[in-house]
């Protein structure tokens, strides 16, 4: 209907608002019944235009509603939008600083691994010296004959204590020894204790991180979900906006069109009004309705008192 909106105000005007002066033809039809049939027609005309202006008028109404709620949602999702931006960047942050900390955790196992290489070279290395030295007491335990002819035979050692002495000098490098391995030991063993607890903590806190990196994904994957989502919502309420923008201007435009008619048949030329002007253009045609209809009443009260007057003349001849 609002398509056609200019063509009906167009043949209204053009069929029943352009009231030509009657003409005398008393053989044709009388006064009386030219009236009622005017009064019949204006009565019509008053009608479709008040019917054609209310129902412009909640048009109007509905498509500024329209329009209202179009920008609070439009408001809404660019709040959306940016909260969900903001989330994005927060989430890149975090996973950049996951990303960095398991680094940093690798680099320190690295560094542990070589460690622990190197105490184990250390403690095969002490392992052997031990050997080494177990050897070597064994075998002066079998030179101790060996050793007490010697005393007889040789002049190093005038007497048996001090070969004893020298004994006891060996057995305490030896007991030396074997507190070194036995402290190498213990030491190799708390490391073992040490390594074992640090690379179960950080096993774990791998397994945490990803975890954290697994549920990370899936809110990404959510988030992707929702923008996809959001993105279609967006060109919906872009080609609705269009489609009422449309018509919006098409109503401007029969507006306009009715505008340009009522100028044309009054043969003015109204330069304050612009031509996007709609407002104005409806109070123009407004007044131009109201003015002709002054103009039939007037055309009405003329005919009625000619009427009156030829009845007088009649009832004076008679």
Known sequence: ????????????????????????????????????????????????LGAQKEEFLMKMESLQQRRDELQRKEFQLQEALLKFDKFLKENDTKKARAFKKTSEEKHINTVKDKELIHLKRNAELVTKQRDKLSSLLGKYNRFQKYLEKALEKGDQFQEIREVIGRH???????SDLINDEVKNQEQI?????NISRYTETKNNEILLYNNDLARLQTQLEVARSNAVKWE???????STAATRTLLLGRTKMASYNLFQLV???????????????????????????????KITQEIKDSEQKNHGDSDSGEVELS
Do not use: C
């Open 1 to 48: 209907m609002t398509l056609n909106l200019a063509d009906y105000f167009s043949t209204v005007f053009e069929d029943k608002l352009l009231v030509k002066l009657p003409e005398r033809d008393d053989d044709q039809i009388t006064g009386a019944t030219r009236m009622l049939e005017k009064r019949r027609e204006m009565k019509e005309v008053e009608q479709a």
């Open 168 to 174: 006891d000098t060996l057995v305490a490098l030896y």
């Open 189 to 193: 063993e708390k490391t073992w204790i």
């Open 232 to 238: 279609h919502t967006w060109q919906k309420i872009q």
């Open 263 to 293: 100028n044309k048949h009054t043969k003015t030329t109204v330069t304050s009004v612009a031509d996007d002007d709609t407002s104005s253009q409806l109070d123009r045609i407004k007044t131009f309705v109201v003015d002709l209809t």
